[in-house]
């Protein structure tokens, strides 16, 4: 049995390693090296089946036919993940990927719904296709009245597997499909999206444990290891995505309260002014300091630009010692920059989206200290770790 999740992944894009399908409308299509696996497991146990029923002996016939149904389900999987993509997309929820792994699909939102409905819709729009699905290859099957023979028990195979993956996804359990929409129907009670998270999530943890206690006897009492082997690794993943989605749920509405100018990084020992050599700065400061950033600021302390050891090592060594560091610097107009006033949430998606760990906070045009994500996670860790002081504070609507 394949399942899949959603995340939202605003603290740090890890990218898996696989084969690049190409892409829809924009979000990127993948399958992980880990697909592998479980196509090969799928492909087995259904040529076992396809076989079984009597229509056919296990030849080379029936593993293709094993194989091209093992696709044909992948490809509902995709379709699935394409309902939430396109669902959440047409609701101005940006969508980067979609991949294809071990327990299914899973497609990475750039940010959390904003309201109770989209959440919802976003939720609903998967398990549909996979009815839909479900209900044209059961249908397909029915009318070709071919159920003896190997395209007709496929097509049953696909229909019944479709409408089996839709249930298993509507289970009221966070971070599965059902366990959305209850959360979105909470949410939209209470008006507290943190709550809602937590308990929704809740349900997913005692959703999982069923899934691993299940397991555990079928595979102890009823002596079926690989499936109950499944069942104890499907609840283990559940239950972790379950924790994840909570925990950084709390990360978010700690990074929320955090203010810029909060987490203020002194960086009175990085400012050149410019006409200092790239060799010197090498030497003095990023040799001796271990600095890698430098603000180039004006007499009264606007900025100029940055230059990072990136800059300063591009520079051919025979040109270090005539090249001024202002010819090398990233200018001010092509920077990205943080006020004292945003929130270490905007912050951090920030430098997320740009692919950099740092950004020079500038008030009135002075730089006053760097964002850094370094300090932005220090700083969450502490609130975490006082999370049950803090928490009463911070279960205000949104
Ligand atoms: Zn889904």
Same mark, same amino acid.
């Given at each position: 049995?394949?399942?899949?999740?959603r &995340? +939202?992944? $605003?603290?740090? =894009? !890890?990218?898996?390693?696989?084969?690049? *399908? @190409?892409?829809?409308? /924009?979000i990127?299509?993948?399958?992980?090296?880990?697909?592998?696996?479980?196509?090969?497991?799928?492909?087995?146990?259904?040529?076992?089946?396809?076989?079984?029923?009597g229509?056919?002996?296990?030849?080379?016939?029936?593993?293709?036919?094993?194989?091209?149904?093992?696709?044909v389900?992948?490809?509902?999987i995709?379709?699935?993940?394409?309902?939430?993509?396109?669902?959440?997309?047409?609701?101005?929820?940006?969508?980067?990927?979609?991949?294809?792994?071990?327990?299914?699909?899973?497609?990475?939102?750039?940010?959390?719904?904003?309201?109770?409905?989209d959440?919802?819709?976003?939720? &609903? +729009?998967? $398990?549909?296709? =996979? !009815?839909?699905?479900?209900?044209?290859? *059961? @249908?397909?099957?029915? /009318?070709?009245?071919?159920?003896?023979?190997?395209?007709g028990?496929?097509?049953?195979?696909?229909?019944?597997?479709?409408?089996?993956?839709?249930?298993?996804?509507?289970?009221?359990?966070?971070?599965?499909?059902?366990?959305?929409?209850?959360?979105?129907i909470?949410?939209?009670?209470?008006?507290?999206?943190?709550?809602?998270?937590?308990?929704?999530?809740?349900c997913?943890?005692?959703?999982?444990?069923l899934?691993?206690?299940?397991?555990?006897?079928?595979?102890?009492?009823?002596?079926?290891?690989?499936?109950?082997?499944?069942?104890?690794?499907?609840g283990?993943?559940?239950l972790?995505? +379950?924790?994840?989605?909570v925990?950084?749920?709390?990360?978010?509405?700690? *990074?929320?309260?955090?203010?810029?100018?909060?987490?203020?990084?002194?960086?009175?020992?990085?400012?050149?002014?410019?006409?200092?050599?790239?060799?010197?700065?090498?030497?003095?400061?990023v040799?001796?300091?271990?600095?890698?950033?430098?603000?180039?600021?004006?007499?009264?302390?606007?900025?100029?630009?940055?230059?990072?050891?990136?800059?300063?090592?591009?520079?051919?060594?025979?040109?270090?010692?005539?090249?001024?560091?202002?010819?090398?610097?990233?200018?001010?107009?092509?920077?990205?920059?943080?006020?004292?006033?945003?929130?270490?949430?905007?912050?951090?998606?920030?430098?997320?989206?740009l692919?950099?760990?740092?950004?020079?906070?500038?008030?009135?045009?002075?730089?006053?200290?760097?964002?850094?994500?370094?300090?932005?996670?220090?700083?969450?860790?502490?609130?975490?770790?006082?999370?049950?002081?803090?928490?009463?504070?911070?279960?205000?609507p949104?």
């Amino acid at each position: 049995m394949a399942k899949e999740i959603r &995340v +939202a992944q $605003p603290i740090g =894009s !890890v990218r898996r390693a696989g084969w690049r *399908l @190409g892409s829809i409308a /924009g979000i990127e299509l993948s399958i992980d090296y880990s697909w592998l696996l479980i196509f090969a497991l799928v492909t087995f146990s259904l040529a076992q089946q396809l076989a079984g029923g009597g229509a056919t002996e296990l030849g080379i016939r029936v593993w293709l036919a094993a194989a091209a149904v093992s696709i044909v389900f992948f490809a509902s999987i995709l379709l699935h993940e394409l309902g939430h993509s396109l669902t959440a997309q047409r609701l101005g929820i940006r969508v980067r990927s979609i991949t294809l792994f071990l327990f299914g699909g899973v497609a990475e939102l750039a940010s959390e719904a904003r309201r109770p409905r989209d959440e919802i819709l976003v939720a &609903v +729009a998967g $398990p549909l296709v =996979s !009815v839909s699905l479900g209900l044209i290859f *059961l @249908g397909l099957a029915g /009318g070709l009245g071919a159920e003896g023979s190997l395209l007709g028990a496929g097509l049953a195979w696909l229909g019944r597997i479709n409408l089996l993956l839709a249930t298993f996804n509507a289970v009221p359990g966070f971070p599965l499909d059902g366990g959305r929409v209850l959360r979105g129907i909470l949410w939209a009670i209470s008006g507290d999206f943190t709550r809602a998270t937590r308990v929704a999530g809740a349900c997913g943890a005692i959703f999982a444990w069923l899934l691993i206690a299940m397991g555990l006897l079928a595979a102890v009492l009823g002596g079926q290891l690989v499936g109950g082997i499944w069942f104890v690794l499907i609840g283990w993943f559940l239950l972790s995505a +379950a924790r994840a989605s909570v925990g950084q749920e709390a990360l978010q509405r700690a *990074l929320a309260d955090i203010r810029v100018r909060d987490t203020l990084v002194p960086v009175a020992g990085s400012l050149l002014s410019g006409s200092e050599s790239v060799a010197e700065v090498l030497e003095t400061l990023v040799l001796r300091q271990g600095r890698r950033t430098f603000f180039v600021v004006d007499p009264d302390g606007h900025l100029r630009g940055l230059v990072t050891l990136r800059e300063l090592a591009r520079t051919p060594a025979d040109a270090r010692s005539q090249t001024p560091v202002a010819q090398v610097m990233v200018p001010e107009e092509r920077l990205a920059t943080a006020s004292p006033t945003q929130s270490g949430q905007w912050a951090l998606a920030r430098m997320v989206e740009l692919g950099v760990n740092q950004l020079p906070v500038v008030s009135e045009g002075r730089v006053v200290g760097a964002v850094t994500r370094e300090a932005l996670l220090g700083v969450v860790r502490a609130h975490l770790l006082l999370g049950q002081e803090t928490g009463a504070r911070r279960g205000t609507p949104r």
